[in-house]
């Protein structure tokens, strides 16, 4: 059994959920999970609950950027010589605009 942890709010999160995803979900919700810098239990916590998911950058989630950008030219190659462009693929470059706007939007106030 895991232990027991506290959530922000000081209360105890102590009731587990589970569901099956498909090969092709989980690893789009690892990548996803990677970028954002957060824990997995956190991350899916506030998409089901509707709220905003921030990135903080650290080397983590520079590393998982850095990897999913390759991942997403060598998808880029794969298109351009003929291949349809998935559905996965589209919902990846979506979040890493996201996470790229919100980066600009830090740095022009942060100077």
Known sequence: MSLKNLDNHNRWRNKTVAFRVSPE??????AFVKMSG?????YI???LLCR??????N???YKAL???FATVLDELRRIEAGAGVEDELLDTIYFIAEIMDGMREDNAYGE
């Not at 979900?25 to 690892?30: I, T």
């Not at 957060?38 to 956190?42: G, I, M």
């Open 25 to 30: 979900e989980d690893e789009q919700l690892e």
């Open 52 to 57: 905003d998911v921030v990135v903080q950058g």
């Open 66 to 68: 850095r990897d999913q």
């Open 59 to 61: 080397p983590r989630v």
């Open 45 to 47: 916590t506030r998409r």
């Open 38 to 42: 957060l824990t997995k239990q956190d």
